[in-house]
Nanobody, 124 residues
Framework: QVQLVESGGGLVQAGGSLRLSCAAS????????MAWFRQVPGKEREFVAG????????RYADSVKGRFIISRDNAKNTVTLQMNILKPEDTAVYYC?????????????????WGQGTQVTVSS
């Protein structure tokens, strides 16, 4: 019912910045929670940041607090992840996710729809 497409990934040096964008199409809901997850080979997908429809409630993983900012533009059906002061350990495939009912911010199984992912690589 919902299509999500990420963009903005790339290669950046440590300390640099990148802006990821997620475009949503199809049936969307104002009650939806949108989130970003990331995954590296051999590890489970982990929560990065989440935001409610109104944007007044956000959640961040401890590892990115103070560096990443999540925002959304409901008129354009987009969600953005501004990543600053990037570190090599931020290297991963980043995924956009959406869920109408999310029992837990951090649990990937609570999200109904997922994008294909975009690669972020941070060099030392």
């Amino acid at each position: 019912q919902v299509q999500l497409v990420e963009s903005g990934g790339g290669l950046v040096q440590a300390g640099g910045s990148l802006r990821l964008s997620c475009a949503a199409s199809g049936r969307t809901y104002r009650s939806s929670v949108m989130a970003w997850f990331r995954q590296v080979p051999g590890k489970e997908r982990e929560f990065v940041a989440g935001i409610t429809w109104s944007g007044d409630v956000t959640r961040y993983a401890d590892s990115v607090k103070g560096r990443f900012i999540i925002s959304r533009d409901n008129a354009k059906n987009t969600v953005t992840l501004q990543m600053n002061i990037l570190k090599p350990e931020d290297t991963a495939v980043y995924y956009c996710a959406s869920g109408r009912t999310v029992p837990s911010w951090e649990g990937p199984t609570g999200y109904e729809y997922w994008g294909q992912g975009t690669q972020v690589t941070v060099s030392s």
